[in-house]
């Protein structure tokens, strides 16, 4: 099939799509786009392993909700009028969405305009379908799911992949749970159903891998998806956060098939736990769902080629050894005359002697090699054999899917992380829902959530300090690289995704009868309700840090502990201002020394000079004879001896440079002063010291002094800014002003919130 163009992926004017300046839902169109349709499974399972729904009378599962007592009539006042709010906002929200951004993914409350980051297929309208029905809006449910007709799952005009995880839990976990509300098979609503089933058909292909481990991000398109894959590193919530709409799906419609497809994640889930993770009872963040041991690949691969390098040398000593009953005569092996060495050729081969030892022979001799031909791999490539890798054994006997097999495993490099935030969430959340879904008839996930506790118990639960000493918990996140007993980096988070960890404990709590888990789930919640109390706008951040504190039982606020975890760095601080306050110190000392300096000097220039001595030559009496050579100072100064005559003043023998490094330049009078007497004076005159002033120990008026002896002025630095640093209590006053970070918090990572 050829490759369609480009333009051909996305619609302009897609099905069901309305102008965004139109509030009502355009008709649909049809179009040429590329669709998906049901392809060939390269995997598929036989139908006799098929995994079944449990069967039996479900287990009497105990009471969950609270029984309150009667409602007074000002509780059921205030009750009503709350609800009243919320619903209120429910219609001002679901109206805009309507008017801006129908049969679209999301609504840009602030443009006005509309996303579409999961396939284009409506997502605020699926999702928000059992909300509507639960708050009374039974028109605007009525419109909506009338609306859900018109979607069409074989086709995106935005993405080519399927987010596999976003599109479970939003469209068909929210298509189910509108079937379930509005009242199932007598609600009138089957279009709910029938959609959810379309929807698993396209999934279903997400399983079709040799270990029936999902791909997380599925290319629907024909051309891909008839092609067969292999599943590879995984989040764990994206894995594990299936169970519940496929199970819900395989109970309405009585396909095995959709609970099967769940069922082979949750027993690989179980097996990792049951083998044990460097945190036993909870998964690292990334596994590799290859369902290959690509480290025990590797060791059989290099056991293939010792063997076949074991097999070659064997077959060349079987070359080399002589026939049974061989006797070679005496002139075989003497008196052999002996070839003269050739010379002057560079090519050489390797060769092997009778005694079974390598010499180097010239490869240009034409013998026959003392070696065999090598054993040449007669195998043909085929799929998935590249050739540089000789497989030991034909395409006939071994598949090119086939590997040395491995459950899950931790995926990635260096550090693995754990926690009960984003990436990881779900897949706890799911086990004890899980369970209930199927009336208590798999005690697996019974199993798992109570692995699942213990283990949250005792690496992730601590309790932060804040104001009030309020009693209260979150979740760590913690890393390692695979001895957490030494090697564990922990940090003390807050992000708003752990928050359902309080409603996890809870219900477990309830239904596993497990009453001190209810305690630990009232101090999970109540951090969250903390969080959302000290934020400004009453909306925690996605994610913050806290200190923690050193006790579960005991933990007073202390401002001078959180202010040194708000600036780790406060010794390193107050130790620079120390430092800048004794270069001012010195600072004032200089000035000091320098201003006595110049006191000593104009006491210098006020006093008289000292009487000029006359100066007496001693041989003024002696008589020079006339034959007597004249004074050296007599003698007349030129700039350079004068060359004899016939000679050049640059001789060819002589090197110009030199002649330039041992003479000043002819531009120059000697008798002006050198270069550097001349750049001196400039130097002098750029800085206002007189010469003459300096050399008599005066100085100018305008020239200021640094420094030196007495009777010399030195010339003027310019100073070098030295601002004071922040001290530690100024630094962390800045920070809460500007950052505006409330009492508790360390830092706030994420400011963001996001609906979803």
Known sequence: MPIPAEDEFHAKKPPGRPNADNAESSASTTTSQIHWHKVKEHFPVPTDKIIP????????????????????????????????????????????????????????????????????????????????????????????????????????????????????????????????????????????????????EILMGVFDTPNRMPILYYNWQPQYASQPHRAGNVGVAELGSMTMEFTRLAQLTGENKYYDAIARITDALEDLQKRGTTLNGIFPEQLDASGCNRTA???????????????????????????????????????????????GLSKRAVGVTEDGESVVKNANVDKEEAFPKPIVNEQPLYPGNSGRRPSPTSPEEKSEWECIPQGLAPGGWGYEQYSMGGSQDSTYEYFPKEYLMLGGLEPKYKTMHEKTVAAVKKWLLY??????????????????????????????????????????????????????????????????????????????????????????????????????????????????????????????????RRAAAVDRLSVDKAMPPPAEEKKVD?????????????????????????????????????????????????????????????????????????????????????????????????????????????SHKEYVKIMLDEEKIPPGFVNINSRRYILR
């Open 618 to 726: 001693p041989l003024a009496d002696v008589k020079v004879p006339k034959d007597q050579p004249k004074k050296v100072n007599d003698v007349k100064k030129t700039e350079w001896p004068a060359p004899e005559p016939g000679l050049n003043k640059s001789p060819s023998n002589v090197d110009e440079h030199l002649l330039k490094k041992r003479a000043p330049p002819a531009s120059e009078d000697p008798r002006k002063g050198t270069t550097e007497e001349k750049a001196s004076n400039s130097l002098k005159d750029k800085l206002n010291i007189n010469s003459d002033a300096s050399d008599s120990g005066t100085v100018s008026n305008d020239a200021p002094v640094s420094g030196g002896i007495v009777g010399t002025i030195p010339v003027y630095e310019e100073e070098i800014p030295d601002p004071k640093p922040k």
């Open 53 to 200: 729904l449990p069967t039996g009378k479900p287990k009497d599962i105990p009471r969950i909700q609270y029984k309150f007592e009667p409602e007074t009539t000002a509780v059921k006042e205030k009750r009503e009028r709350r609800l009243a709010q919320i619903k209120a906002e429910m219609v001002r929200s679901w109206g805009g969405y309507r008017k801006y951004a129908w049969m679209h993914d999301e609504l840009s409350p602030v443009s006005a305009r509309y996303r579409d980051p999961f396939c284009g297929w409506a997502a605020t309208l699926v999702d928000g379908l059992d909300t509507l029905w639960i708050m009374g809006m039974k028109e605007e449910f009525d419109e909506a799911a009338k609306a859900v007709k018109d979607i069409d799952f074989t086709f995106s005009p935005t993405r080519r992949d399927i987010p596999v995880f976003e599109t479970i839990i939003r469209y068909l976990g929210g298509l189910l749970a509108a079937y379930d509300v509005s009242g199932g098979k007598k609600g009138g609503y089957d279009v709910l159903l029938d959609k959810a089933v379309e929807l698993a």
């Open 463 to 592: 309790r932060p300090m804040v104001p009030k000493e309020r009693d209260i918990l979150f979740s760590a996140k913690v890393s390692t690289a695979g001895d957490p007993e030494y090697d564990a980096r922990v940090e003390y988070e807050v992000t708003h995704l752990t928050c359902f960890i309080g409603g996890m404990f809870g219900l477990g709590s309830k239904i596993f009868d497990r009453p001190e888990d209810l305690e630990i789930a009232k101090k999970l919640t109540d951090g969250c309700v903390w969080a959302y109390e000290s934020m400004p706008s009453g909306i925690m951040p996605e994610g913050a840090s806290v200190v923690p504190c050193a006790s579960l039982e005991s933990c007073p606020w202390n401002e001078t502990l959180w202010w040194e975890h708000l600036d780790p760095s406060a010794a390193w601080r107050d130790a620079q201002v120390k430092e800048w306050e004794e270069r001012q110190k010195e600072k004032k000392n200089e000035e000091l």
């Open 297 to 343: 690949e590797a060791i059989r691969y290099q056991e293939e080629q010792a063997a076949a390098a074991a097999a070659s040398a064997a077959a060349v000593a079987a070359h080399k050894k002589e026939p049974e009953g061989h006797k070679p005569a005496v002139d075989e092996k003497r008196d052999e005359p002996v070839a003269p060495r050739e010379t």
